[in-house]
């Protein structure tokens, strides 16, 4: 931008959304990662919940279910670790016929994108499209990142040898208003993030 159009003012309405998109990326780039993947997630339509603690997580995961309606539905859960919350609100999760959503941890957070990165671990060997609209995930501060390859690194350092297979990230947690080709082969989610602080 020119000096000149910096104290008139004058120039298109395209130089000013250039400028203005260019101050985002910036100001994005100078934000710590945590407050970063929160607006990149809520701008994705992820609906997302901070906890300080792991009663607070057991509070909110209740206001979940009371909004929702799922007491005593049925949930695809895959990880042994998360079974105590599920039972005590007798949510059923061994075999379900139709369940209501997914309840699930993950394997890391992605700032630069807000999305969530998945892997056989937390969702078998299901795509995205083939899970739940409706999904519940269980997260900590600590498995935020900057970017999709430094997700990865962290798998591979984590996991050693006994790489986990299906890695795969959901971005999109609402149907988008208008035809977006970048959402093209992908679902939308209904998702709420339980955010607890570990850090």
Same mark, same amino acid.
């Given at each position: 931008?020119? $000096?000149?159009?910096?104290?008139?003012?004058?120039?298109?309405?395209?130089?000013?959304?250039?400028?203005?998109?260019?101050?985002?990326?910036?100001?994005?780039?100078?934000?710590?990662?945590?407050?970063?993947?929160?607006?990149?997630?809520?701008?994705?339509?992820?609906?997302?919940?901070?906890?300080?603690?792991?009663?607070?997580? @057991?509070?909110?995961?209740?206001?979940?279910?009371?909004?929702?309606?799922?007491?005593?539905?049925?949930?695809?859960?895959?990880?042994?670790?998360?079974?105590?919350?599920?039972?005590? @609100?007798?949510?059923?999760?061994?075999?379900?016929?139709?369940?209501?959503?997914?309840?699930?941890?993950?394997?890391? $957070?992605?700032?630069?994108?807000?999305?969530?990165?998945?892997?056989? @671990?937390?969702?078998?060997?299901?795509?995205?499209?083939?899970?739940?609209?409706?999904?519940?995930?269980?997260?900590?501060?600590?498995?935020? $990142?900057?970017?999709?390859?430094?997700?990865?690194?962290?798998?591979?350092?984590?996991?050693?040898?006994?790489?986990?297979?299906?890695?795969?990230?959901?971005?999109?947690?609402?149907?988008?208003?208008?035809?977006?080709?970048?959402?093209?082969?992908?679902?939308?989610? @209904?998702?709420?993030?339980?955010?607890?602080?570990?850090?």
């Amino acid at each position: 931008m020119s $000096l000149f159009r910096k104290f008139f003012g004058v120039g298109s309405d395209a130089s000013d959304e250039d400028s203005q998109s260019e101050f985002n990326a910036q100001a994005q780039q100078n934000t710590p990662v945590d407050e970063r993947f929160m607006y990149n997630f809520k701008k994705n339509g992820g609906k997302f919940l901070y906890c300080t603690d792991p009663s607070e997580v @057991n509070e909110q995961f209740e206001n979940i279910l009371e909004e929702n309606d799922w007491y005593e539905s049925e949930v695809i859960c895959y990880e042994p670790k998360l079974f105590p919350l599920l039972d005590d @609100n007798k949510l059923l999760y061994k075999s379900p016929n139709q369940p209501k959503f997914l309840f699930a941890s993950c394997e890391n $957070l992605i700032a630069d994108e807000g999305s969530i990165l998945f892997s056989s @671990n937390q969702i078998k060997q299901n795509k995205p499209d083939a899970l739940p609209v409706n999904i519940v995930i269980y997260a900590t501060t600590s498995q935020i $990142l900057e970017s999709k390859s430094d997700g990865l690194r962290v798998i591979k350092k984590k996991y050693d040898k006994d790489y986990p297979t299906n890695i795969t990230t959901i971005k999109y947690f609402e149907k988008a208003k208008e035809e977006d080709f970048l959402q093209y082969g992908s679902s939308a989610k @209904n998702l709420y993030l339980l955010l607890l602080e570990d850090l």
